[in-house]
Structures are given as structure tokens and as C-alpha cells.
């Protein structure tokens, strides 16, 4: 049975890979500047880094990498504060990158930002990412006012399992206060649209570098970028799900 159509009240973005290109050039090279900071001989490569990408959040991946490569470590007394102190650093790193404005806004982001204010579509943010990393990003790209475009941030660890885990959606839905068929999900990769579907939302995909080719048959919609979607929002508000 089809559901009603309700008008698109808010859009929540997911950050890299749909907002900007930060995996490959930002956070790759963020983490092996940690490594090498911390005297390890560890290094992602472009390649491998596309595969490490199944793991979600940057504490989790170095796991992650950990458990696949060098499994006597993760019973050391010290592990976990290993990678807390490699995460602080790759924060810096990846934080440096982005003031620097090495890392632009996807095509069509900015304009579908505008075009979802002036029509008083509500913004929201559901990353995996650490928290000022989405601040940094936001500032850099947009000024220093963009942060606060955003009625609701969710992002890192403000719930304990990120994507695919449907928890970041669901904690930005209830700070939000709008009623699910009402919002539109915005993301990059197969694992932010389980994390979306699963939180009972509509997902546009916007397919980045590093998820061109994954499987997308469950999104709402395939797009190269958001261009289409600044151009469609007026007529995406008075039609949103059909799901
Ligand atoms: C992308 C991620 C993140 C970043 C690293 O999140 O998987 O883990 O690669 O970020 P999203 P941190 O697509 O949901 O924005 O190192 O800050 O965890
Ligand atoms: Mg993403």
C-alpha cells in the first residue's frame, strides 16, 4: 500500500563522500601521517583504503586494520589508548587539510543547501565522522556562519554503533521533532543507505569516488550529483516518499 505523500520538511546529509570528496585526500592521508607520527610502518594505500572503507568511523577502521594485520597487538594493555591517541592526531591532521581548503564541496552541495533554506526545508547532519570535523568542513567550504544552517548535527560518537546501524538517524530524527516521511536521507555508500533504510527514512544516493559500483537498488534514487537535486527540491517539497 502506498503511504501518503507528505511535503519534504527536511533533508539530512550524510558528510564525506556526499558533501565533499574527503575520504581519499583527507582522512586517507590524515591516518598515515598519525601512523607515521606514532613510529609505525603502517600505510593505506589508495586501494586498500577503498576496502578499509567497509568500516565505518575512524577508531573502528584502525581496528579494524589491527584485527586483519597485526591481531597480538589488540590484547595489549595499552591498545586502546593507542588508538585514541592515533585518532587525536589523524583528527589534527585531517583538521589541517580542511582549513587549508584542500577539500571543496561536491558539485550541486551548496546550491541545494541554498535552495533548501530559502524554501524553509529544514537541514540536518548525520555523519559518522568526529564532530569537528563537520564544524572544519561546514566552515571552510561555506563561512563561518554554515554550522548554523543546521537544526541538528549528529555526527561521531554521540551513539555508541555507527553506520550501518540505523543509530545516527534515529538520533537526529528525534532531536529534529519531524515525522519520518517527511525527511529525505542524503548519501554517498551502500553502508550510510542500510544506515538510513534501517531508520525507516528515503535515501537519495549520490555515489562518491569510492562507492561508484556498489549496490544501490534499495535508494529512492541514483544521482551523479546534487545538482539534480537543487534543481528539483521546489517540486521534491509539495512530493516527498512514496515509501
Ligand atoms: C565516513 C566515515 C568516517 C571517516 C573518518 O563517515 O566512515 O569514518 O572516514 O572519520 P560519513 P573519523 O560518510 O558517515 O560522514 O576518523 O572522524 O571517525
Ligand atoms: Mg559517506
Not at 541545494?112 to 548525520?126: D, E, M, N, V
Not at 532531536?175 to 544506515?195: F, M, N, Q, V
Not at 534501517?198 to 544516493?205: D, K, R, Y
Request: hydrophobic share 45%.
Amino acid at each position: 500500500m502506498a503511504h501518503a505523500h507528505r511535503p519534504l520538511q527536511a533533508l539530512i546529509f550524510d558528510v564525506d563522500g556526499t558533501l565533499a570528496e574527503t575520504e581519499k585526500d583527507g582522512h586517507r592521508p590524515a591516518f598515515n601521517a598519525a601512523f607515521a607520527e606514532q613510529g609505525l610502518d603502517w600505510y593505506w594505500d589508495e586501494q586498500h583504503y577503498g576496502d578499509l572503507l567497509a568500516v565505518a568511523g575512524g577508531k573502528e577502521r584502525i581496528r579494524h586494520f589491527v584485527a586483519q594485520t597485526h591481531s597480538e597487538l589488540l590484547a595489549g594493555e595499552h591498545f586502546d589508548a593507542l588508538i585514541h591517541r592515533l585518532h587525536r592526531q589523524k583528527t589534527a591532521h585531517y583538521l589541517a587539510r580542511v582549513a587549508a581548503g584542500s577539500l571543496p564541496l561536491r558539485p550541486g552541495v551548496a546550491e541545494t543547501l541554498r535552495a533548501a533554506r530559502s524554501l524553509g526545508i529544514r537541514l540536518a547532519i548525520a555523519s559518522t565522522t568526529t564532530l569537528d570535523n563537520v564544524h572544519a568542513l561546514l566552515n571552510a567550504t561555506l563561512g563561518p556562519s554554515a554550522s548554523s544552517w543546521f537544526d541538528v548535527i549528529g555526527a561521531g560518537d554521540v551513539v555508541a554503533a555507527k553506520k550501518p546501524d540505523p543509530a545516527i538517524y534515529h538520533w537526529v530524527l528525534q532531536k529534529l521533532d519531524a515525522p519520518k516521511s517527511a525527511c529525505l536521507a542524503i548519501e554517498d555508500s551502500r553502508i550510510g543507505l542500510l544506515a538510513a533504510r534501517a531508520a525507516g527514512l528515503a535515501c537519495l544516493v549520490t555515489p562518491s569516488a569510492y562507492s561508484a559500483g556498489q549496490d544501490f537498488s534499495d535508494a529512492a534514487g541514483v544521482i551523479e550529483d546534487l545538482s539534480v537535486l537543487s534543481k528539483t527540491l521546489p517540486r521534491r517539497q509539495k512530493q516527498v516518499s512514496q515509501n
